[in-house]
């Protein structure tokens, strides 16, 4: 499904059973009950925590720059962690290593262009892919002022490259880059924008061992703005991580597939910044930023027990510490403030453990019929 010749991933997902749209034409959605923000969404191992484009219409992948898309509704695999409703697993192109290809289109409100091919030929290649509005530029054909300087548009650029090093070690290294901004006639504007990074490693130990270890950035922010003179202000919040992934797949023999690792990642949270203008009556007002870690540990096995039975089983190991600097209140039942503490930069405020077990199962009872449990 498409609107104004868009093509979608997150509206096609939409059509599985399970899974409902967030609202008419928004590209959010919902699994089994859950909130849209229980889905965990990743591009190229990159958490992406807002997947939208234009409020909502459009999700912030490209098609042309996307290799493959898994959904998980239940029973998610113990290597994801994070969220309760579902996993949307989402990889890149890697690149044309034979040849020089370009591809693109022309819609009603966007264009696209993908060009890929190769570095070295048969060894290493890139993918890059770009897309952008030009909505903005129908409004300023206008004859009225206060549309001709309104501003509505977003644009979105995915990377990607690779080296094979050897016959055992190939590396990889994708980005993606997206923003959204709306104004309203020099008066009022907002815009938000998500930026990805990762930097992933591939080692085959044997024919049997095979390593996966992966370095991943991600960053979402938020501004608000207000450009009249006297009340003018900006307001912006953002949420920063730094990932380190290390995973392994074993083959233990024809029925089980074993896989286990553990990821380290650093968030950053600044929760919103009212800066004022110039000449603005308005106070500075700034949220303090929150940091914490969160550390996981997991061992999956998938086990192939007859030609129509297949179980995946395992177990995760998670804990997040709170951080400091910053000051931590304490409250009773009632909302009030019993305490505030001062803690140092680094300075481990409150942790959490969570232990979680993770078993699904799938039964082919024939070609066309088959039953999944988790």
């Not at 749209?21 to 992406?48: C, H, K, M, T």
Request: glycine share 10%; net charge neutral.
């Amino acid at each position: 499904p498409v609107l104004f010749g868009e093509r979608d991933i997150l509206k096609t997902i939409q059509l599985i059973p399970g899974i409902k749209p967030a609202g008419e034409g928004n590209s959010g959605f919902y699994v089994r009950g859950g909130a849209a923000d229980q889905n965990l969404i990743l591009l190229d191992e990159a958490p992406v925590y807002n997947a939208s484009h234009l409020l909502g219409f459009f999700s912030t992948f490209n098609s042309d720059a996307i290799k493959d898309v898994s959904v998980y509704k239940g029973g998610m695999p113990a290597q994801y962690g994070g969220r309760l409703s579902s996993v949307l697993d989402i990889r890149m192109n890697d690149g044309n290593k034979k040849e020089y290809t370009a591809e693109g289109g022309i819609g009603l409100i966007s264009s696209r262009l993908k060009v890929e091919g190769p570095l070295s030929k048969d060894k290493s290649s890139f993918m890059i892919s770009g897309r952008r509005t030009y909505a903005d530029a129908f409004l300023a054909f206008s004859g009225d002022s206060s549309i001709k300087n309104n501003t509505l548009y977003f644009y979105d650029l995915n990377a990607k490259a690779n080296y094979q090093i050897d016959s055992k070690n190939i590396l990889y290294m994708s980005g993606y880059f997206g923003r959204d901004e709306l104004g309203l006639n020099e008066t009022f504007g907002f815009g938000w924008g998500n930026a990805t990074a990762t930097l992933r490693w591939n080692h085959l130990f044997s024919n049997r061992l095979f390593s996966n270890t992966s370095l991943i950035y991600s960053n979402y922010d938020y501004k608000i703005e207000n450009f009249l003179e006297e009340n003018s202000f900006k307001v912006n919040s953002s949420i920063r991580d730094l990932n380190l992934k290390q995973d392994f797949q074993l083959s233990l023999n024809n029925s089980h597939n074993l896989r286990f690792g553990a990821d380290l990642i650093y968030h950053r949270i600044r929760p919103g910044e009212v800066q004022p203008g110039e000449k603005s009556s308005i106070n500075l007002i700034a949220v303090e930023d929150r940091k914490g870690s969160e550390i996981a540990a997991y061992i999956s096995d998938e086990w192939e027990v007859n030609e129509k039975l297949n179980i995946v089983y395992g177990l995760r190991a998670s804990s997040f510490m709170l951080l400091g600097p910053g000051n931590f209140s304490s409250f009773d039942r009632s909302g009030n403030v019993i305490e505030t503490s001062y803690y140092p930069s680094g300075k481990l405020v409150k942790s959490y453990f969570n232990l979680e077990p993770r078993i699904s199962a799938a039964y082919q009872l024939n070609e066309e019929v088959s039953l999944k449990g988790s």
